[in-house]
């Protein structure tokens, strides 16, 4: 002490009671003590004493280096909060008043003291507040002593990897910029050895709910591992953490992230370049993929422009330096050819690849920010590398992945073009995993992606792995048997002009592919569709015959709605590729749309428009194209009074599919019950000549014995269609050739004979309806004129014998009233086309009045109303000398029904009245005056009578004319 000069010896003396009070057990003591002293030292921000600060810098560094500085740990382990906040802020002032090598001097003591209050856990500082105080202490510590810290590597890498774990936000933003600090003034070998606790505390608080934690531990991480030493050991632990934070949700983390990556590659050494390089780029060009364009993905386009720069500067170094060892070689010795198997990155394009313009590229991708030849050229020679990135993160399980990974497949076919044709097959399965994703986005993006790839490797190379895929076997043209108009060509992988030979797709996807499922199948169809729509107007002939191929063979064997319902769009786009080319398929193409507009689950209107394509295409009608397929189905088909022919040709193209449908019947789930109908009700007047070759078909798929119900209603549905349809052509079809007598004979009746069960009572109904179509359905008028019969009076004749028992039976089934009424109806349609007919048996109206009678006491209004008009109709073709003792029967049945509670039915019963009366007016007067003492309603009956006496006196002043 004797060796100080005064003015230092002074100012201790004089202070030397509150040193002394430092250790005093009364805290206030204490307290106040460390209120004097901090008094003493200026702010942490003034670099000298100001005037309220009258001590100069020496004594106050003599007071803290050899007065207080050993008091620290002491200090700092005060049990009251507000003597170890005093001691904090008088280190932070002393701090800033001392020189490196005082810093360097004091830091054992002081770094030791500041980490104990950190470095264990549960932390001995319960106050964040001052644990925030001594992290940002030792953080100026760090940076003012510099490279003198290196020996204490150890204790700030331990007691950082604690206080990264600290709750409060502030001091984890603090460890961080430690840890940049400590990072650049550590040798790189001692971070390695020891660093790995700080990593992973490091990796932890990149999923930290704040933001700017995040961010500060991407700075922190990109300051660490740039280091080589650090790199090597650690990356491998870091980059999947890393790969969750390029799809942090905040904009600024993420643009972090791209700038740390590319540090980290602009440093990476070339031992691990091989190692990490890939990995690296995988993440930067996550940020150009990114969908912050401004904020992310520009400037993550700068860096990776700058780094492909770099990387190619280095290619071209390397290969001027190679050239010019080369040249100063030998001379005489001969030079080795090159080897003919080219690099993946110095492959040329595939012959006819579709150039992408500036429209086709993606975000941030523009005429602005072109993707140049060095970016293009060191993402093509790191393509096997990312490739396999990219497509393990496709099919993930976490959606942000998936939707970058599909945004970042997208830049790298714009990137590499025709380099990724030997990868065409793991590309093709990976977007058949993703198209149907849960994620709207994601499956968007991904037909995106399929789009683009159509346009960079030929469709003709993509077609035979689809084949392949579908498990398709075969695929040449010579399956057609038309010869050889196309070369014969393999699949085997590599590519060339027009060849593609297998490269090791084993690197990309452990498993081969084939399309089991009903869901595979519909994703290979999705494909195929973006991959057609990506064509121009000028598919090859042997690309066409392939897709139409696919086509039908999944429209066929598939016959699940799922797979049908996306086919129309694949059709479509075939058909819009193929332009007038597919004239060659339109018959393949449209039995394939025949399938899908007879299935319930496909777009009708979306079918009906595709058709409508292939029609222009083909330059002839619609109608056109339903004739031509019904006339090629019915191949095979003779008519029903000939003999049987072999069929023309099998199913391909959909010719004499239908050849053994007249001997065996159709299955409930058999497409040709649709498609049938589909073809007979869309060819119009072109169906009328082959209405006859139908009758055989119609008749097995009706035979009540062993065809299935929904089949033999389909049938019936047709038979009604051609039955009422207003076309000409096809009525007198019906007219002629007794068509109409053989489908009321062989289809009609024996549908409509009673058989147990519900299925059946609606199949009656059905073959009623028919029955009535054939009959004209109204009394002709002077300006309503009857439409012509189908059936003759003839022919009429001959199948009344059989048509009557059906008919009765049906207006007395119990169980099924809409048979009932249907068959009131056929009745009254009968006999209006029976009045006035001759050779017409009695019998007949035998037969009908007793069912029609009993129709009068029916349980349902409708049903008597209906028995009412038929009984009308039976007055009105009743023959003048028919039975007048069954006449006067019907008479008091009616009189009977004329006291009805329903005005309606007592005006139906009137009506049938008034044309009885016309048939026989005396039996008609006998009975109405016998009814009226006793019905409820006399004047109807008198209204009645009079109409009756009236009638019978025009009758005889008719007999008494002389013109008579």
Not at 38 to 57: E, M, N, R, V
Not at 602 to 607: A, F, G, I, L
Request: glycine share 4%; charged share 25%.
């Amino acid at each position: 002490m004797s060796d100080l000069p005064a003015d230092v010896h002074s100012f201790v003396q004089k202070h030397q009671r509150d040193l002394n009070c430092l250790t005093d057990p009364d805290r206030s003591l204490r307290k106040a003590a460390l209120a004097r002293l901090d008094a003493l030292f200026p702010p942490s921000t003034a670099a000298t004493p100001t005037p309220t600060h009258t001590a100069g810098i020496k004594p106050l560094k003599h007071l803290f280096i050899h007065c207080l500085a050993p008091r620290i740990p002491h200090l700092l382990s005060d049990p009251v909060e507000r003597c170890r906040e005093t001691a904090l802020t008088i280190m932070a002032k002393a701090v800033g008043l001392l020189d490196r090598q005082e810093l360097t001097d004091l830091l054992p003591i002081c770094l030791s003291a500041l980490l104990s209050r950190i470095r264990p856990l549960p932390f001995p500082e319960e106050a964040e507040e001052l644990r925030l105080d001594v992290l940002m202490l030792i953080g100026r510590l760090v940076r003012g002593v510099g490279e003198g810290c290196g020996g204490y590597c150890a204790d700030l890498v331990d007691g950082l990897s604690k206080a990264l774990t600290d709750a409060n936000p502030e001091a984890k933003r603090e460890s961080c910029g430690i840890v940049e600090a400590i990072a650049k003034t550590c040798q790189g070998d001692k971070l390695a050895k020891v660093g790995r606790p700080l990593v992973q505390s490091l990796a932890r608080n990149l999923s930290h709910q704040h933001w700017k934690v995040r961010k500060a531990t991407l700075e922190a991480l990109g300051a660490l591992l740039r280091q080589p030493d650090v790199c090597a050991a650690f990356m491998e632990d870091v980059l999947p953490t890393l790969a969750t934070v390029r799809s942090d949700r905040t904009p600024a983390v993420r643009c972090c992230l791209s700038e740390v990556i590319a540090d980290w590659l602009e440093h990476i050494g070339d031992e691990q370049r091989d190692r990490l390089e890939g990995r690296l780029a995988y993440l930067l060009l996550g940020g150009l993929a990114d969908t912050e364009l401004e904020t992310v993905a520009a400037p993550s386009y700068a860096h990776l422009q700058a780094i492909a720069q770099k990387r190619q500067r280095q290619k071209r170094s390397q290969q001027e330096a190679s050239a010019t060892a080369k040249e100063n070689h030998d001379n005489d010795q001969v030079m080795e050819p090159a080897s003919p198997k080219a690099a993946p990155n110095e492959k040329e394009s595939a012959r006819g690849m579709l150039p992408l313009n500036v429209s086709a590229f993606p975000p941030p991708l523009s005429a602005d920010r072109p993707p140049t030849d060095d970016m293009r050229a060191w993402v093509v020679g790191l393509l096997e590398k990312l490739l396999p990135q990219v497509l393990t993160d496709i099919i993930t399980w976490t959606v942000p992945h998936r939707l970058t990974a599909s945004r970042l497949l997208k830049l790298l076919i714009v990137l590499c073009d025709s380099h990724l044709t030997p990868y065409a097959s793991p590309l093709l399965i990976h977007l058949y995993k993703t198209t149907s994703d849960d994620n709207p986005d994601v499956a968007h993006t991904v037909l995106e992606c399929g789009h683009l790839l159509g346009r960079v490797i030929p469709l003709s190379l993509l077609l035979p792995l689809i084949g392949s895929h579908l498990g398709v076997e075969g695929g040449t043209h010579r399956e057609r048997g038309e010869g050889a108009w196309l070369p014969e060509r393999e699949v085997r992988g590599r590519v060339t002009a027009t060849e593609v030979v297998d490269v090791d797709l084993q690197r990309l996807t452990n498993s081969k592919f084939t399309a089991v499922s009903v869901e595979n199948k519909k994703s290979v169809m999705v494909v195929l569709g973006t991959l057609l729509e990506a064509q121009p107007t000028s598919l090859g002939e042997r690309e066409l015959w392939l897709a139409a191929r696919y086509v039908e063979e999944q429209s066929r064997e598939g016959g699940v709605d799922e797979v049908l319902r996306v086919l129309p769009r694949v059709v479509g786009a075939l058909v819009r590729a193929a332009g007038e080319a597919c004239r060659r398929e339109g018959d393949r193409l449209f039995a394939v749309m025949l399938r899908l507009k007879a299935c319930p689950s496909c777009d009708e209107d979306q079918v009906d428009q595709v058709i409508a394509s292939l029609a222009a295409a083909s330059g002839v009608p619609i109608s056109a194209l339903y004739t031509t397929h019904l006339e090629a189905c019915l191949t095979g088909i003779p008519d029903h009074d000939a003999a049987p022919t072999p069929a023309a040709s099998d199913m391909t193209g959909g010719q004499g599919f239908l050849a053994d449908s007249a001997s065996t019947v159709w299955q409930d789930d058999d497409a040709r019950r649709s498609m049938l109908d589909t073809l007979v009700r869309n060819a119009g007047e072109g169906a009328a000549p082959c209405v006859r070759r139908l009758v055989p078909i119609l008749v097995c798929q009706s035979d009540p014995n062993c065809a299935c119900p929904m089949v033999r209603v389909d049938v019936l549905g047709l038979v009604y269609w051609m039955l009422t349809v207003d076309i000409p052509a096809i009525k007198e079809t019906l007219r002629s050739d007794e068509v109409s007598v053989m489908l009321l004979r062989l289809v009609l009746l024996p549908n409509s004979i009673w058989r147990p069960g519900q299925a059946n009572a609606k199949i009656r109904k059905a073959a009623l309806l028919c029955i009535q179509a054939l009959f004209p359905p109204v009394q002709p008028t002077a300006t309503s004129p009857a439409p012509t019969p189908l059936l003759s009076s003839a022919e009429l004749s001959s199948v009344l014998p059989d048509l009557m028992p059906p008919l009765t039976s049906s207006m007395s089934d119990d169980w099924a009233p809409d048979n009932r009424m249907v068959a009131c109806k056929v009745v009254e349609s009968l006999l209006v086309y029976l009045k006035g007919e001759r050779g017409v048996d009695s019998m007949l109206y035998e037969k009908l009045y007793p069912e029609l009678l009993k129709r009068l006491d029916d349980a349902q209004d409708d049903i008597r109303l209906a028995a009412c008009s038929a009984l009308t109709a039976l007055m009105n073709a009743l023959p003048a000398n028919w039975s007048p003792t069954l006449v006067e029967y019907i008479l008091q049945t009616l009189f009977i029904h004329l006291d009805d509670p329903n005005a309606a039915i007592q005006d139906a019963v009137a009506d049938v009245l008034k044309a009885a009366m016309k048939h026989n007016t005396e039996a008609f007067l006998k009975e109405v005056r016998a009814a009226a003492p006793k019905s409820a309603h006399p004047r109807r009956c008198e209204e009645l009578l009079r109409s009756a006496e009236t009638l019978r006196l025009e009758a005889m002043q008719m007999q008494d004319s002389p013109e008579q």
